[in-house]
């Protein structure tokens, strides 16, 4: 049984909605703007001591779905003394027409403008986004600078994976937060209470939470720049400021079972299923990948913890679909168990169960038995990543093209006719036919799916995505590869297939432009220089750089020329460019638990093709992320002398 709907937005004293009312039938999916959905939780405004306004820069499709939002949400509103409401980015034809009519950028739950609230807590998913964040803050009457802001304007405060470099937007933002958010957003809460009640004034607020360790403050910071551009020293300008600031890492994910009763929309959204997140953290070691880095160490919700907030999200919200939700579902230790459990709980109903993220060699028969019982066979996706066992080899990617036909071969037992493989393009050192070595994994792929059922309706689907280095990973050093190079190997890749008469009709190739890349590159890796350049894009007109019909590369390129230029910098020497070992990142005083020189090493392997073992299964490699092992970063990191991929 679905809750009936929460209290009207229109209700509540204060609210803007009755100016935001008459504009709704003017521009397209008014129903997105309205709030009002089943669990949103609007809270008594002067009932309590501190107020969050949750904000995800991008459209409500995609940020309402987000797992991230839903957990704070929760945890914030679960606090008595705490209310948090909810913002995401306005579309073109309704921010025009809010400006028009003088209309603030307003919450959901209340429809308040959102520069009432003490907190903006903004979830970064992409780089891609700031330029909407830019634009929130401008509707909302927010100063963009955070130097410019008063004593009652609200902070802004950012978190999510790309908060793991916040330099290229350090100008805007109050605070940033690392690692997992839970604790983090009740701390922050309990300090701007204390700061609400003794009256301090803004930046005693914010040296407070520096103080804390775990709480970046930029403008507590002093970048100085060498005669050759890097960066010569970060150092904190207060005596309280730590000069390294940690991340936040919750050890317990069965204390924090969120999200309970997740948000119902109204709308349509990109995602319409409870998630559980069954397990935080990778040690694959796969080096292109940020999240697998940055989340370490790995920690597991136990399958009873699982099974009762699926029984939970399912009667709260009457979905019809769970996704269980990690950086690579099937690695649970307990997966069997889990997939057992919840395939009881939907027997008899309609309720299908699916793997959203599905490594190639942790996926087995049995797996592929329960997931067929429970799930819509539209396909299953697995992600090889580089199309030689060369390139897989460079980028830890411990699988070979065994490992993909056996998981393969019991997708297609168990009644599958679909798979769908991902795969990079660009990535360090890759050459021309390490990228056409994916037409022949995709042709086995075939060959194996027409063999098993005998039948010639198998497909396989290849997407392709362009490499871009990220902070904190050991590619974090590496050069970008051109977006010109890039787009041509997957157009040469695509149609290779499409003249092979054998697998064309069979096989789909998917590629999305490179260029996008190239700019995710200069954000990606920037520091507080680019911050500018972002700016000059918003002022252009950027916004929803995410979005193919809105993104603009010539914009970008044209702002960066501008900014750039007249300091001798480029684009270029923020993406192509090879760092040294010795050069000063623009991230190295934000420390996610990665050892730097463990990182190092293992760039070096890298380059070599040599592999290093996931830690869960095999010996400690030394990342220092785990506390208490004993030991030495040093001596145990990864290097030249690794073992042969």
């Known amino acids: 049984m679905v809750p009936a709907m929460t209290i009207a937005p229109w209700t509540h004293p204060d609210s803007l909605y009755p100016r935001l009312e008459p504009?709704?039938?003017?521009?397209?999916?008014?129903?997105?703007?309205?709030?009002?959905e089943v669990n949103s939780q609007p809270k008594d405004w002067g009932s309590v001591d501190v107020r969050w306004c949750l904000h995800f820069p991008d459209a409500y499709a995609v940020g309402q779905p987000n797992q991230g939002m839903a957990i704070l949400y929760e945890v914030l509103n679960e606090c008595e003394w705490i209310l948090a409401e909810r913002t995401y980015s306005i579309w073109p034809d309704l921010s025009t027409l809010m400006r028009q009519h003088h209309v603030e950028q307003f919450s959901w739950e209340t429809v308040r403008p959102i520069r009432d609230f003490d907190v903006i807590g903004v979830s970064l998913s992409t780089e891609l986004g700031y330029t909407n964040l830019l634009e929130t803050l401008d509707l909302a009457g927010i100063p963009r600078r955070s130097v410019d802001r008063g004593e009652h304007d609200p902070l802004v405060i950012v978190g999510g994976h790309v908060a793991a470099n916040p330099e290229p937007i350090a100008e805007f933002v109050d605070g940033v937060v690392l690692g997992d958010g839970?604790?983090?957003?009740?701390?922050?809460?309990?300090?701007?209470?204390?700061?609400?009640?003794?009256?301090?004034?803004?930046t005693e607020g914010l040296e407070a939470l520096?103080?804390?360790?775990?709480?970046?403050?930029?403008?507590?910071?002093?970048?100085?720049?060498?005669?050759?551009?890097?960066?010569?020293?970060?150092?904190?300008?207060?005596?309280?400021v730590p000069a390294k600031v940690q991340k936040y890492t919750l050890t317990n994910l069965d204390e924090w079972p969120y999200p309970k009763k997740p948000i119902v929309p109204l709308a349509e959204t990109i995602h319409e299923r409870y998630s559980p997140e069954i397990f935080r953290g990778c040690t694959r070691g796969c080096r292109f990948?940020?999240?697998?880095?940055?989340?370490?160490p790995v920690r597991e919700r136990s399958a009873a913890t699982i099974t009762s907030m699926v029984e939970c999200g399912l009667k709260a919200t009457g979905y019809e679909e769970i996704g269980l939700l990690s950086l690579s579902s099937a690695d649970h230790s307990q997966i069997t168990e889990?997939?057992?459990?919840?395939?009881?709980?939907?027997?008899?109903?309609?309720?299908?169960?699916?793997?959203?993220?599905?490594?190639?060699?942790?996926?087995?028969?049995?797996?592929?038995?329960q997931l067929s019982k429970r799930g819509r066979r539209s396909g299953l996706t697995f992600a090889p990543e580089g199309g030689s066992a060369r390139m897989r080899a460079v980028i830890n990617k411990n699988v070979d093209e065994d490992d993909l036909l056996e998981a393969v071969r019991a997708a297609f037992t168990a009644g599958w006719r679909s798979v769908k493989l991902y795969f990079?393009?660009?990535?360090?050192?890759?050459?021309?036919?390490?990228?056409?070595?994916?037409?022949?994994?995709?042709h086995r792929v075939i060959d194996e799916g027409r063999r098993i059922t005998g039948q010639r309706d198998i497909s396989c689907t290849i997407s392709l995505g362009a490499f871009v280095p990220k902070p904190h990973t050991s590619f974090q050093w590496a050069p970008q590869c051109l977006a010109e190079v890039v787009n041509?190997?997957?157009?040469?890749?695509?149609?290779?297939?499409?003249?092979?008469?054998?697998?064309?009709?069979?096989?789909?190739?998917?590629?999305?432009?490179?260029?996008?890349?190239?700019?995710?590159?200069?954000?990606?890796?920037?520091?507080?220089?680019?911050?500018?350049?972002?700016?000059?894009?918003?002022?252009?007109?950027?916004?929803?750089?995410?979005?193919?019909?809105?993104f603009s590369y010539d914009r970008w390129v044209e702002c960066a020329e501008l900014v750039l230029g007249p300091q001798g910098l480029s684009i270029d020497w923020y993406t192509t460019r090879e760092r040294s070992r010795e050069e000063v990142l623009p991230w190295d005083h934000l420390d996610v638990g990665l050892g730097r020189t463990w990182l190092w090493k293992d760039w070096q392997a890298s380059l070599l093709g040599k592999v290093v073992d996931d830690c869960r299964w095999s010996i400690c490699s030394g990342c220092r992320v785990c506390p208490g092992l004993g030991v030495d970063i040093e001596m145990a990191a990864p290097g030249v002398e690794g073992r042969d991929g």
């Not at 839970?182 to 004034?201: C, F, M, N, T, Y």
């Not at 990948?289 to 370490?296: F, K, L, S, V």
């Not at 990079?424 to 995709?442: R, Y």
């Open 338 to 369: 889990i997939t057992g459990s919840l395939a009881e709980i939907c027997d008899g109903t309609q309720v299908s169960l699916s793997l959203p993220s599905t490594r190639v060699d942790a996926f087995s028969v049995d797996l592929a038995e």
């Open 23 to 36: 504009l709704l039938s003017q521009v397209s999916n008014p129903l997105q703007y309205i709030g009002s």
């Open 488 to 550: 041509e190997r997957m157009r040469a890749l695509k149609e290779s297939i499409r003249e092979d008469r054998q697998y064309s009709r069979a096989i789909t190739v998917k590629w999305a432009d490179g260029k996008p890349g190239r700019i995710e590159g200069l954000l990606a890796r920037g520091d507080r220089r680019v911050g500018d350049v972002i700016e000059a894009v918003w002022r252009a007109g950027g916004v929803f750089d995410g979005w193919s019909e809105y």
């Open 289 to 296: 990948c940020q999240a697998g880095m940055i989340t370490r």
């Open 210 to 240: 520096a103080r804390t360790g775990r709480i970046y403050v930029p403008q507590f910071y002093e970048v100085i720049y060498g005669d050759d551009h890097t960066i010569e020293s970060v150092t904190p300008t207060r005596s309280s």
């Open 182 to 202: 839970e604790q983090a957003v009740l701390d922050i809460s309990a300090i701007l209470r204390q700061s609400k009640q003794e009256g301090w004034e803004r």
């Open 424 to 442: 990079m393009a660009g990535l360090p050192s890759e050459t021309d036919e390490d990228v056409m070595a994916i037409a022949d994994m995709a």
